[in-house]
């Protein structure tokens, strides 16, 4: 069964930094593409950076140059590092399989102040 576990979000101000770690458990997680999505209050989930089995990363725009997606394939971790965040940024951030999904996790709630 598949496990995806997020955790390291917080409250910072704008400016700050935050790392957020995402655990995955029950698939063969060194070959499978894995994002980092977020979720503002009435807003539609989004997809922000994606990294491939291989290493290659892709982000939109709105976080482009701010924020970093990495893996550690023998801890089954992705990670994503976020740096200058802006008030915008703040929502509930999860991850999940690119392509395709599987049962999202509980995200991890991301605040930043003004």
């Known amino acids: 069964q598949v496990q995806l576990v997020e955790s390291g979000g917080g409250s910072v101000q704008a400016g700050g930094s935050l790392r957020l770690s995402c655990a995955v458990s029950?698939?063969?997680?060194?070959?499978?593409?894995m994002g980092w999505y977020r979720q503002a209050p009435g807003k539609q989930r989004e997809l922000v950076a994606r990294?491939?089995?291989?290493?290659?990363?892709n982000y939109a725009d709105s976080v482009k140059g701010r924020f970093t997606v990495s893996r550690d394939n023998a801890k089954n971790t992705v990670f994503l590092q976020m740096n200058s965040l802006k008030p915008e940024d703040t929502a509930v951030y999860y991850c999940?399989?690119?392509?395709?999904?599987?049962?999202w996790g509980q995200g991890t709630q991301v605040t930043v102040s003004s």
């Open positions: 999940n399989r690119v392509p395709g999904w599987y049962p």
């Open positions: 990294i491939t089995g291989g290493g290659s990363t």
């Open positions: 029950g698939v063969v997680f060194s070959i499978i593409g």
